[in-house]
């Protein structure tokens, strides 16, 4: 009997390009041993293809590696029967991307094989064996990666430099961060003419027409000056999560003259009222997924409308499987929600007074009348005290600094220069966390819309709506099956006096998704009965959901 000829793909992989100059590295071990384990596999039928899959300098903790997609391709397209690797750990050291892996090699009747380990996916067995491995392996680099950060951590309360991007000012020597006297005058230069001009448009074109130039050669772009202007290592601090300590190495500026660009840098920020037009994102950079992935304003229009989301760069940068439980949402409501939600927040007198407690009472009632008289829908006060949003499928949170709600209520009152700035500078970030219930209706593009608070949802149910709505989904059900061929054999079922009431039933089949959802969720309309749906004659689903007075 002729057996079946096995092609054999052999993939290796170094995390470092360390060593690979060699002439014999760590990936050539690795595929001799394949190689050798493939000629014992020959009268099974494996034959090794002479493609090689090399990734040298690649971290096993993704999939973004150009010989493992090429080796993906191969696979699918039907090239490749058996993946040979030294250990597992080769192919992923994610539990999550393993699965992926299994997945795409069961669906293309291709197999995989680890030479040292003995394990092969064709088998139960060597599936439980390989999960239970790559969950340990999982186990170990997270614990490696918690350990680096606490090292992390600990160095920066020390007030050590831990690397990175040398700013403009200082120079690198063994580790730490020195003085360096050139960039040192242009740093001071950039702060003393910032508080001059007190714009940073105008700071730039006067040292673009100074040919004063960055490291590079380049002139200076307006982010890298907000950034050095707000940057506290100028001051000798180290900033790590939100906690500043004093760090090891000179400060350029002073205290003074740094508390003098900030104040200046927050007076642009919220006193400015330029026009903020349907196209800006008020949450732009602040905005995230529950998997951490920060979501970017996107847009598609119509010939008579234009309709914003927010998209998980997950999507956007083709890693679906990264992405949150909530992928994409309608720009307006999310803006709207969050608005909302600040300005309920100012408006609890007790919370703004712990924050303006050491003014005078006259300044404190005149802070609480102005807070009064506000509708929070100004971008620039939201964004000054707005540190992000986080969204998931059932929970918004909206995180605010403590210290620039202080600096925002200060500046409230009168021009008096000696209380615009608290004293202190506390970075704790309060945490207004709140449920809600998303619908997966079909909106424009079948994005996600936030619908209503769980809390006051709960008892919303309406189990008559429900059940009609259920009846109609089983009713039209047993006509696709064939069990029943009529609206007459319903109602011998259903021991009716006649079809009427079924064919009204039946109807409801047709409602639009998002209507029949937000009657499975509780949250339709309060007047909202059967009768009005039975009224419903059109299809067109935008028609329905508006003779319901939904939005």
Not at 14 to 41: H, M, P, V, W
Not at 305 to 326: L, N, P
Not at 403 to 430: A, G, N, V
Request: glycine fraction near 6%.
């Amino acid at each position: 009997m002729v057996k079946k000829i096995l092609q054999c793909a052999i993939y290796t992989r170094k995390s470092t390009e360390e060593g690979l100059e060699q002439d014999f590295n760590s990936l050539d071990a690795q595929r001799e041993a394949c190689e050798a384990y493939i000629k014992s596999q020959q009268h099974e039928g494996w034959i090794l293809i002479e493609k090689q899959y090399n990734d040298g300098g690649f971290s096993g903790g993704n999939l973004e590696r150009p010989a493992l997609k090429d080796l993906f391709k191969d696979i699918q397209a039907g090239k490749v029967d058996i993946v040979v690797v030294y250990k597992v750990d080769r192919l992923t050291r994610s539990l999550l991307d393993f699965a992926k892996i299994v997945e795409l090699f069961d669906s293309n009747d291709s197999s995989f094989v680890s030479v040292t380990q003995n394990f092969n996916t064709t088998t139960s067995m060597g599936r439980l064996t390989l999960n239970i491995l790559l969950s340990f392996a999982q186990f170990e680099r997270e614990v490696t990666g918690e350990r680096i950060r606490d090292k992390i951590a600990a160095s920066k309360k020390k007030g050590m430099w831990m690397g990175g991007r040398v700013p403009i000012g200082y120079e690198r020597k063994d580790k730490k961060l020195i003085v360096d006297c050139v960039g040192a005058k242009m740093v001071k230069l950039i702060f003393e003419k910032y508080i001059e001009l007190k714009s940073v448009p105008k700071l730039k074109e006067y040292l673009c027409e100074a040919g004063i130039k960055t490291s590079t050669g380049k002139n200076f772009a307006k982010g890298q000056l907000y950034h050095i202007l707000q940057n506290k290592v100028y001051i000798g601090k180290v900033l790590h999560k939100g906690k500043i300590y004093d760090g090891e190495h000179c400060a350029i500026i002073d205290d003074t003259l740094f508390n003098a660009a900030q104040e200046l840098l927050f007076a642009n920020k919220v006193d400015f009222e330029g026009e903020y037009s349907s196209s800006n994102s008020l949450l732009v950079g602040k905005i995230y997924d529950d998997n951490g992935n920060r979501m970017s304003p996107s847009h598609s229009k119509t010939r008579k409308k234009k309709y914003r989301y927010y998209v998980s760069q997950a999507i956007t940068k083709f890693r679906k499987y990264t992405a949150g439980s909530i992928s994409k949402l309608p720009a307006e409501e999310i803006e709207r929600f969050v608005m909302n939600e600040i300005g309920e927040y100012f408006r609890d007198a007790k919370q703004v007074q712990e924050y303006i407690s050491d003014l005078t009472v006259s300044r404190q009632n005149e802070i609480l009348a102005y807070i009064k008289t506000m509708g929070f829908n100004s971008p620039n006060i939201i964004r000054s005290v707005l540190d992000k949003v986080t969204v998931s499928r059932g929970l918004i949170g909206v995180y605010l600094s403590k210290y620039r709600i202080k600096r925002l209520l200060y500046s409230f009152c009168t021009d008096d220069k000696e209380i615009m700035e608290p004293k202190e500078q506390d970075e704790d970030i309060i945490e207004i966390m709140r449920n809600v219930k998303i619908s997966t209706g079909t909106s424009k593009g079948g994005n996600k819309l936030i619908i209503k608070d769980k809390e006051n949802s709960e008892n919303d149910l309406n189990e008559t709506l429900i059940k009609a709505i259920v009846k109609s989904f089983y009713w039209q059900n047993l006509f696709l099956s064939g069990n029943i061929k009529n609206t007459k054999d319903i109602q011998k079922l259903e021991n009716l006096k006649d079809d009427s009431y079924i064919k009204q039933i039946l109807n409801l089949r047709f409602l639009s998704p998002k209507i029949i959802d937000l009657i499975l969720n509780g949250i339709q309309p309060r007047d909202l009965t059967v009768s009005k749906l039975f009224d419903i004659k059109t299809l067109n689903w935008r028609q329905q959901e508006q003779l319901l007075g939904i939005n």
